[in-house]
């Protein structure tokens, strides 16, 4: 019985987490930034707060799922197959990075190194996926700008996961409810 309350839990905070990222990734959405900084495909990347806090807390393949729903569940939401894309490939590239930098976090990089490290290889499987999209390398002209973008998102969303993680290593709901523990950030 304590396995299957355990698998539920699990699957509960699965779903919270997709539905978290889902909310981040409308809530960008709805965010006039290109009124603010006027150079288009910018964006916050306020989901991957919750991918870096998967990866961290959860591991690689439950980072690897709750992505793929939101990814899938935006589709299904917009029905933009080319954002579609443009997210699939910015995210898959995102994830492999932070897990890579994660695995040396503390000893190499920080939490911002990983955060960073993201938020730039999420540009650069966008631009990957664009010059796909357009059968074109014209897209990788645009690369050092969304880098430069990329680089002080990618600030922001560490130190909202930082506080985030710090929330939650007080609260100890991961050791009280079983659910794994955060490793060496």
Known sequence: M?????????????????????????????????????????RLGLSNIITMFAIFYLGAYPALLILLCRIFLLLLLSGNVSSFFLSLCGGLLALLVMFFLKRWAGRYFSLFGVSIGGACAHN?????????????KAAFYYLPVLLITGTATGILTAFITSA????????????RYHLGSKSVR
């Open 164 to 175: 985030l993680f710090l929330s939650v290593d007080r609260s100890r709901i991961f050791t």
């Open 124 to 136: 650069i499987g966008q631009i990957i996926g664009a010059s796909l999209l357009l059968s074109s």
């Open 2 to 42: 304590e396995k299957n309350s355990l698998n539920a839990s699990k699957i509960a905070l699965f779903a919270i987490l997709t539905a978290l990222a889902l909310a981040l990734s409308l809530l960008e959405q709805m965010i006039p930034l290109g009124m603010i900084i006027p150079i288009p495909g910018i």
